[in-house]
């Protein structure tokens, strides 16, 4: 069981818990099950998950609240799983550190796909899924890597420093980050990052929606404030009004 990744299922609804866990450990996972808020934030903190799943309407504190406690000191992926459909909750939801967003009646397949994704596109840290990567000699940069502003940033390992120090993004901060500086400065709308967060379940040609369009203001908030961005100087995002983002320039060229 040791070699299990562990995944814990917070919801109110029994037979929801009893559907997941078996779904779950179908896939290969051990899995905890916590009916409310309380219960699920001692139980992640003691068993470390990799994947949470979370439902917003708990009896005592609701998932949002549960979300921000975890993200204190867990870098789990997180999955808000809910019968609730309103944009706010959707939006709402990663601003405060949600990785998806699937709403009931759900597919069981569907769910083990996204999270599959997840899992294949590790974050930097504790949940990397590859504990051993490829070996560099010591002051030898790595070739995979990206510099910009004192950031690096490496797709392979996906992790991010600044400074030396390194910074837990989600998946959707990791990528809209890197396609920004892939862009080299060029501006990215709001749909085109959009497009760049759809998974594989997402029809590609499918027109891109407001909320994708919100979600990804919210996302580049977050990034922004992990990376203690300045807004009124920034290093590395910049927004450009009605449009978008694009990579801030680089200072070193300016000061040459």
Known sequence: MGDLVVAVVVDYDEDIRNLLEAVLQQAGFEVYCAANGLEAVSLIRREDPSVVILDIALPDIDGFEVLRRIRMYSQAYVVVLTGRTDESDVLTSFHVGADDYVTKPFKPRELRV?????????????????PDPPLIEPGTPDPASMHHNGLTLN??????????????????????????????????ARADLARVLRTELDEEDAPIRQSEERSV???????????GEDPKA???????RGIGYRLAPDQSAMHD
């Open 114 to 130: 996204r999270i599959a994704a997840m899992l294949r596109r590790p974050r930097g840290g504790a949940y990397r899924i590859n």
């Open 155 to 188: 797709p392979k390992t996906r992790s991010v420093t600044v400074g030396g120090d390194a910074v837990g993004l989600s998946r959707r901060e990791f990528d809209i980050l890197h396609e920004l500086i892939r862009r080299k400065g060029a501006v990215c």
């Open 217 to 227: 203001e919210v996302h580049v908030g977050n990034l922004r404030q992990k990376l």
């Open 234 to 240: 920034p290093r590395w995002l910049q927004t450009v």
